[in-house]
């Protein structure tokens, strides 16, 4: 578990990495870059500024696929015109028949796919040395040992587990990712107290099914164990995601109720409130034990906030079934939800063996479910208003009067920017909140007139 050695096998290049998708491909992208940096190359901040541009793909609908191409299409006219540029490829699309084809189609000389990214010197010393293509697409044991340099951010995010053994017949994870691994305890206890001593405020745990962790290994404490002993690092904030529901054992909710730093947000994936779409998705829990759960989650954890996924217009949905969905979000009351159209997959069984529903059908149950969370998401977050909560406040907004953040709940947080004088954890007392945001003024600070925000 040695930390990388720097090499002098490749001439230095100059790389931009662009990463697509969840959390976990932001993890990949950070060791990538660290493996770089460590190899003798150089990070640069922009794509025309690199000789080597590597993209961090996702594979989990089709859009992020076609920006992708649409990148790719871009980087062979300019290599066309005469420019030194060298393309890699990493993430889920490139473990994918799909990714590959795209991946021959558009020259990429650089394939590694989710479970190789250490081999990314070894690839760019071959490209270099042969001017051919490098492809690796194993799932490598060293990957689950191999220790990340902490984050030089607030916010550090920490894979536990890699893979999934659900098998949801919507979702490619599997194909990509390959079955459940768990990484060591001590690797992960390594990392974590390396990014709390590095001045991170909040750690991310991560995994295709977070809450699996240690499932079938006696030598590995439970996931329920694992966040104590991460929380007892000391690390300010410790959240975690994606949870299955399969997996969300009482111990786990315990854990929550029970440390001060594990935040009161459980993100809790339910896909469909339809018990005869659950079975279609292959999801092995059904509507009555989802909400026994969700019971238990809001008895045990004050002031919990919850949110969900939701996939609209699965093949075979029936306007009974949507309609289900939209009762069950009346009945958990989700502060926040993400929402997406069923997207078919190729290589998935729903792609090969159901019938896609009408474009405009799923469209119109999207914007219904839409407008629902919009109601709720209002509702929940003006409970926060008069009160005070712990907000990391990261980055400056948009609109540059504010910096934003997020509290421990994961509300997105908005201060004026002349009441923080550096990024870091602040006590906020809310004013105001919209569907999706809340503003706040610094504890102490004097407040200034904060706009009210017609719902939207």
């Given at each position: 578990m040695d930390l990388p050695v720097p090499s002098s096998r490749s001439r230095e290049h100059r790389v931009h990495v662009i990463t697509h998708g969840c959390q976990m491909n932001e993890y990949d992208t950070h060791t990538v870059s660290s493996e770089l940096v460590a190899g003798g190359h150089r990070i640069v901040d922009t794509p025309a500024d690199a000789d080597l541009i590597i993209l961090n793909t996702c594979a989990v609908r089709g859009k992020p696929v076609e920006k992708v191409v649409t990148m790719l299409g871009e980087f062979r006219k300019q290599r066309l015109a005469g420019r030194d540029l060298t393309v890699g490829m990493m993430g889920c699309l490139a473990q994918l028949e799909e990714g590959q084809e795209i991946a021959r189609k558009f020259g990429v000389d650089i394939l590694v796919g989710p479970g190789a990214i250490t081999d990314i010197l070894d690839a760019i010393e071959a490209v270099d040395r042969t001017h051919e293509p490098f492809w690796s697409l194993e799932f490598k044991d060293d990957l689950h040992t191999h220790l990340t340099p902490a984050p030089d951010t607030l916010t550090g995010f920490l894979t536990i587990m890699r893979g999934c053994n659900h098998n949801c017949t919507y979702c490619i994870v599997p194909q990509t990712r390959g079955p459940e691994v768990s990484r060591s305890l001590e690797s992960i206890l390594h990392e974590a107290r390396a990014m709390q001593q590095n001045g991170v405020q909040e750690i991310y745990l991560l995994g295709q099914n977070v809450n699996s962790y240690g499932l079938g290994r006696s030598d590995l404490p439970s996931f329920a164990e694992l966040l104590r002993r991460v929380a007892d690092t000391g690390i300010p904030r410790v959240k975690f995601t994606t949870s299955h529901p399969m997996n969300f054992t009482s111990d786990v909710i315990d854990a929550v109720a029970e440390h001060e730093n594990i935040c009161n947000y459980i993100h809790l994936p339910v896909q469909s409130g339809s018990d005869r779409v659950l079975r279609r998705m292959a999801r092995e829990y059904r509507r009555e034990r989802y909400l026994e759960i969700?019971?238990?989650?809001?008895?045990?954890?004050?002031?919990?906030?919850?949110?969900?996924?939701?996939?609209?217009?699965?093949?075979?949905?029936?306007?009974?079934?949507?309609?289900?969905?939209?009762?069950?979000?009346e009945e958990v009351h989700y502060d926040t939800a993400y929402m997406f159209m069923y997207s078919a997959r190729p290589g998935t069984p729903s792609y090969k063996h159901f019938d896609d529903l009408p474009r405009d059908v799923k469209t119109e149950r999207l914007g219904?479910?839409?407008?629902?969370?919009?109601v709720w998401s209002h509702r929940k977050n003006q409970r926060w208003v008069g009160r005070e909560l712990r907000v990391l406040i990261r980055e400056a907004a948009t609109d540059s009067q504010y910096v934003v953040g997020h509290s421990d709940q994961n509300h997105t947080v908005l201060v004026p920017r002349e009441q923080v004088g550096e990024m870091g954890l602040y006590p906020v007392t809310v004013e105001t909140a919209t569907p999706h945001t809340l503003y706040g003024t610094v504890a102490g600070a004097v407040p200034e007139s904060i706009p009210l925000l017609m719902a939207s």
């Open positions: 969700v019971a238990e989650i809001k008895a045990k954890v004050p002031d919990v906030v919850l949110s969900t996924d939701i996939i609209v217009g699965f093949p075979g949905e029936t306007e009974e079934d949507f309609g289900a969905t939209l009762s069950l979000y219904r479910l839409i407008e629902r969370q919009k």
